[in-house]
């Protein structure tokens, strides 16, 4: 069973009943799905996961659907792997690589999208559409293709081959676009209702981040009810570190984890570093990144909407921001290669990078818990890492 109770904006509070297809407030902000927590503190102890199926799933009670009824492919419950040798190169002695590459189409967009199409499909919607650096569009295509459900992608046209590809496979409908993610995401907007599409763009549905969240029980449940002292988390649109935050709350809620927080550091590329621009500032929401450019296809987004929910939990958490050159996120994928054999997407590399840069300020101790965020297959990414 869920516990999920209704949806409600980030900005204006205002509440939404979760039977219908939601899109953003009328206020134009964020949705966030709520659930009845006092019951589910009573009805959903942590030992209930014991005998669970090795998926994001596994926490349906706080996910929007049930098991049963999910557009799955298996995604979530991914390796959370120590890296004492990328740690000893580091400095550090406490390094996690949470790898999510091993997800469904090859990135952590897949746990988003189970959730979202799930939803969506459950609900009456009858074609998806998405704009997408790449990785969404995959897993948009994936999912809409299992639950039968036509999609339309718009993408940059230099997004990486592997992209154009597994949508094509999957059947979907894409449009290549000459310009940025922000352009793609304008098409959508202007053409979804005459069209009848859903819009399934970050933080422009409220599920995708219930199904990332799922990474923030993940840690606390790998690292035995403990959360690290710090997470890195390669940030575009921020639907990750977002539902992170909000799974830590959550849990605390449940009874789960105490109120400890790790400090989360948004790591971004130096040609499309909105939020970095906008935490050092002191601002509370971010301008539009002007000429986005980076190899982190998933990183290329100058304007993010939960810009202000990305910066609050930055805050709150008492992380921060960091922005790395491209040579060094390509750098980075190589250091994590050589120390642990695992192949990154640059996203990935850039939070290797971005380490480096914390330990030599001395921002992250020697002997501090630090978990970094492989978001996807270097594999997807052959055009970027081909020439390194
Ligand atoms: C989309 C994407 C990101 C950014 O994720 P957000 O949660 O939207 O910030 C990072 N890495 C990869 C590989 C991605 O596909």
Redesign the pocket.
């Known amino acids: 069973m869920t516990f999920l109770s209704h949806c409600e904006c980030s900005g204006c509070g205002e509440h939404y009943d979760v039977a219908e297809l939601l899109n953003l407030c009328r206020c134009g902000k964020p949705l966030l799905a709520r659930y009845d927590l006092d019951a589910a503190a009573a009805g959903f102890p942590r030992e209930a996961l014991r005998d669970r199926a090795a998926s994001m799933w596994r926490y349906e009670e706080m996910l929007p659907a049930e098991s049963e009824v999910a557009v799955t492919l298996g995604e979530g419950w991914t390796p959370l792997l120590g890296a004492p040798r990328l740690g000893s190169w580091l400095g550090l002695r406490n390094v996690y690589v949470k790898d999510?590459s091993l997800n469904p189409t090859g990135?952590?967009?897949a746990r988003g999208m189970s959730a979202a199409v799930t939803m969506a499909a459950s609900r009456g919607a009858r074609a998806f559409a998405v704009p997408s650096?790449?990785?969404?569009a995959g897993a948009l295509a994936a999912y809409a293709a299992r639950a039968g459900v036509p999609c339309y992608i718009f993408m940059p046209a230099d997004t990486p081959l592997a992209n154009r590809i597994e949508c094509a496979y999957a059947g979907a409908d894409v449009t290549l676009v000459d310009g940025l993610i922000t352009d793609c995401g304008r098409i959508v907007a202007e053409r979804k209702d005459a069209e009848g599409w859903f819009d399934v763009s970050?933080l422009k549905e409220p599920y995708r981040i219930e199904g990332?969240k799922t990474m923030g029980y993940e840690l606390a449940e790998q690292l035995g009810w403990e959360l690290p002292d710090v997470i890195l988390?390669?940030?575009?649109?921020?639907?990750?570190?977002i539902?992170m935050w909000k799974a830590f709350d959550e849990m605390e809620r449940l009874g789960w984890i105490g109120s400890a927080r790790p400090r989360m550091v948004s790591v971004q590329a130096s040609g499309c570093a909105p939020i970095v621009r906008a935490f050092e500032a002191g601002a509370e929401s971010a301008d539009e990144f002007p000429n986005a450019h980076t190899v982190?296809?998933?990183?290329r987004?100058p304007r993010?909407i939960g810009d202000f929910l990305i910066l609050r939990a930055l805050r709150e958490s008492g992380g921060t921001a960091v922005a790395v050159d491209d040579d060094d996120l390509i750098g980075g994928v190589r250091s994590l290669c050589e120390t642990e054999g695992i192949l990154a997407?640059p996203?990935?590399g850039a939070c290797v990078a971005a380490l480096r840069r914390l330990v030599e300020t001395g921002w992250v101790g020697r002997d501090e818990r630090v978990v970094i965020f492989n978001?996807?297959t270097g594999v997807k990414y052959l055009e970027a890492l081909g020439g390194a």
Request: hydrophobic share 30%.
């Open positions: 999510e990135s952590f967009k650096a790449g990785n969404a970050t990332k988390y390669p940030t575009g649109g921020g639907t990750g570190l539902g982190a296809s998933g990183l987004v993010a997407a996203e990935g978001t996807g």
